[in-house]
C-alpha cells in the first residue's frame, strides 16, 4: 500500500492509490473510505485514464482532534478502459443498388470508436422472368426480360448483367392481317356436305337445287317476263327433266320463251 504523503499518526486504514473502474471521471465519483473525504477543491478534477492524479483527502472522523495530521494526498489514476461492452453504429444493409457496410464498432463506456467497418458486397438482383409474346397485328408483344422489383430495372438476361430499357422489351404489333389457320380448308369440307340439306328449301319463283346444284323443279309466278327480261343462259343450269310452273296465262308464251332460253326440251313446262 503506498500512499502520496508520509502518515504519522493518522487513523487511516486504506486509501486507494489507483482508480481502476471506469466510467470515473472525476474525482468526486471516486468512492473514498468512511471517514474520509476529498478535499472539495480535488473533487473536481477530472480524470483521464492512465493519467495520475494528486488528491488531497481529510479525516472527518469523530476523533480526528485526536490526529496530528488529518489531511493525506494521494494518487489517483484512472485506470484504461477495458471496453467491456460495445456497440456499432453507421451499418448499412447492402442491396442490387449499393454496397452496404458493416458499421464503425464503439465502446459503450468509453465512446472510443474501437474498429472500422467494412464494405459489403451488392446483393443480386430479385429478378422475374417475363416469357416472350409474339406480337399481333393489333396487340404488342415482348421480348424475354427479367424485371428487378427492388431497383425497377430490366435486363435481357437472368443474372442481371445486361440492363436494358423497359421500351426495348416490346414487339410492336404488326399492323398485317392475321393469316388464316392452314388447318381450316382440310377440316370444313369433310362436315359440312354431310349436315348440308340434299335440296334446299324452295323461295318463292326460286330454283329447287340439289347438292349438285342441278336444278330440278321451278315456279315462276311473275306474267311479266319478256324476252327481254330473261337472260340467254338464265336457265341452261336447269335439270333437263326439270319440271317448271308457269302461270296459266303465260304457259304458250313461257314454253317458248324458256325453251329458247336454254330450258331443255325434255323439261316440263306446266301451268
Ligand atoms: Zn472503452
Ligand atoms: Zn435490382
Not at 78 to 106: F, L, V, W
Not at 127 to 134: I, Q, V, Y
Not at 139 to 161: K, L, M, T
Amino acid at each position: 500500500m503506498e500512499y502520496g504523503a508520509e502518515l504519522t499518526n493518522v487513523a487511516v486504514d486504506k486509501l486507494p492509490v489507483n482508480i481502476t473502474k471506469q466510467p470515473e471521471t472525476k474525482v468526486s465519483d471516486v468512492k473514498h473510505p468512511a471517514d474520509w473525504q476529498w478535499d472539495a477543491e480535488d473533487a473536481e478534477k477530472e480524470l483521464e485514464e492512465t493519467v495520475p492524479v494528486a488528491v488531497k483527502a481529510n479525516y472527518t472522523g469523530k476523533d480526528k482532534e485526536n490526529y496530528e495530521i488529518q489531511q493525506i494526498t494521494i494518487t489517483v489514476t484512472r485506470s484504461a478502459c477495458e471496453h467491456p461492452a460495445t456497440k456499432t453504429e453507421g451499418k448499412i444493409a447492402s442491396t442490387c443498388t449499393q454496397n452496404g457496410y458493416t458499421g464503425d464498432i464503439y465502446c459503450e463506456q468509453c465512446g472510443r470508436k474501437l474498429k472500422d467497418g467494412i464494405e459489403t458486397a451488392k446483393q443480386p438482383h430479385e429478378l422475374k422472368k417475363t416469357e416472350k409474346k409474339d406480337a399481333t397485328a393489333v396487340a404488342a408483344g415482348n421480348i424475354e426480360y427479367y424485371h428487378c422489383e427492388v431497383c425497377g430495372r430490366y435486363f435481357s438476361d437472368s443474372e442481371g448483367r445486361n440492363e436494358i430499357t423497359k421500351d426495348s422489351t416490346v414487339i410492336p404489333a404488326t399492323g398485317e392481317k392475321p393469316t388464316e389457320p392452314t388447318t381450316e380448308p382440310t377440316t370444313e369440307p369433310t362436315t359440312e356436305p354431310s349436315t348440308k340439306p340434299a335440296v334446299k328449301p324452295a323461295k318463292k319463283g326460286t330454283k329447287l337445287v340439289d347438292s349438285k346444284g342441278t336444278t330440278y323443279s321451278v315456279t315462276v309466278k311473275t306474267t311479266k317476263l319478256t324476252g327481254n327480261s330473261v337472260g340467254t343462259n338464265a336457265f341452261k343450269e336447269i335439270y333437263y327433266k326439270a319440271v317448271i310452273k308457269v302461270p296459266k296465262s303465260k304457259l304458250k308464251y313461257y314454253t317458248k320463251l324458256l325453251k329458247k332460253r336454254g330450258v331443255s326440251s325434255k323439261a316440263k313446262i306446266k301451268k
